[in-house]
């Protein structure tokens, strides 16, 4: 029986913070390991997304790509925590 496909949206944002942070785990850091050497499995599914952000989008290819990450960043955080402090790092004040 073949699987169906899944389809999963996000919104350019999204999709171009969770490509950079997929490039980190999986080409700069040691993040990963113990995922994979828990469940090796998990490799296809996380290849995939990240060919998939990668051959969609042209923003990981432009010159001021940190510039254009880092607006992304802090319009997710707004988004999500509200224009104040608070969207700076995603945590709340102490």
Do not use: C, N
């Not at 010159?63 to 880092?70: A, C, H, T, V, W």
């Amino acid at each position: 029986m073949a699987e169906e496909p899944i389809t999963i949206k996000f919104t350019r944002d999204q999709a171009f913070v969770l490509s950079d942070w997929l490039y980190q785990v999986m080409h700069r850091s040691d993040v990963l390991d113990d995922l994979l050497k828990a469940d090796r499995a998990v490799w296809s599914p996380i290849y995939a997304i990240s060919g998939a952000l990668e051959t969609t989008l042209a923003e990981v290819f432009m010159p001021d790509y940190d510039e254009r990450l880092k607006a992304a960043r802090q319009r997710l955080l707004v988004e999500m925590y509200g224009p104040d402090d608070e969207a700076e790092t995603g945590e709340t004040a102490s």
